[in-house]
């Protein structure tokens, strides 16, 4: 029942809506554009070693919980010296062919309770268990990637998700805090108004579609607030 009703609220969100070039919306709003900025080095993908992999393998949570293939993060870790070796194999072979195998696609679905009346649908969320095969070389490619990024720059100010060190809690409060300070007249109501809006948008998803719609919402509740004060 519960995939059904994932499935369904899915299609039910993308037909019949119409298109968008979300991505120059997006960066459009974006404080700065970083595609502007060159960069003297180009990134091409280096091949793995067998300590770099053994060294993901053991920064992993252990975790009991595992994906499809019944091998979870805590087995993985617990036999990562029999396994370092053909996992660096078969991650350099994904790195040479470009090509990400079907199977780490794989992933079990599982509704999560939110809150309120446990029958409602609505009040779940879906979370996938991948396999543990696939969060190391994720995790590889991730290390890769972020390195680069870091040493040329490339990350904008702005960019709070999947950064060490850094959450939604700063986004939120760099959010707050400029409206606060660009709205000293704001009234409790509507700073209330404004994370309820935050909040819809936690609940409701991060897709592109749902950033844009909550964010042009806020947008226009400060207007209205720089007009009224």
Request: hydrophobic letters at 30%; charged letters at 25%; a positive charge.
């Amino acid at each position: 029942m519960f995939n059904n009703y994932f499935a369904f609220k899915e299609n039910e969100d993308t037909k019949l809506k119409p298109k968008r070039n979300l991505r120059n919306e997006i960066k459009t709003k974006c404080y700065h554009n970083q595609s502007e900025k060159l960069h003297s080095s180009s990134f091409v993908f280096k091949m793995f070693s067998t300590k770099v992999i053994y060294s993901i393998i053991k920064s992993i949570k252990s975790k009991n919980t595992y994906g499809y293939d019944d091998i979870s993060t805590k087995i993985l870790k617990i036999s990562s010296n029999y396994i370092t070796s053909p996992l660096t194999h078969i991650c350099n072979k994904i790195i040479l062919s470009g090509s990400f195998p079907d199977r780490l696609k794989f992933s079990i679905v599982k509704p999560v309770h939110k809150k309120g009346d446990r029958t409602n649908y609505n009040n779940y969320r879906p979370i996938s268990l991948l396999t543990s095969f696939s969060k190391v070389f994720e995790k590889a490619i991730h290390n890769r990637l972020t390195e680069y990024l870091l040493n040329y720059k490339i990350f904008s100010e702005s960019q709070y998700g999947f950064r060490k060190g850094l959450s939604t809690e700063n986004a939120i409060f760099t959010l707050i805090n400029e409206i606060l300070n660009n709205n000293p007249q704001a009234n409790y109501k509507n700073k209330r108004e404004i994370v309820d809006l935050l909040k819809k948008a936690v609940d409701n998803g991060n897709n592109e579609e749902n950033i844009i719609k909550h964010g042009e919402n806020i947008e226009n509740m400060i207007g209205r607030n720089r007009v009224y004060n």
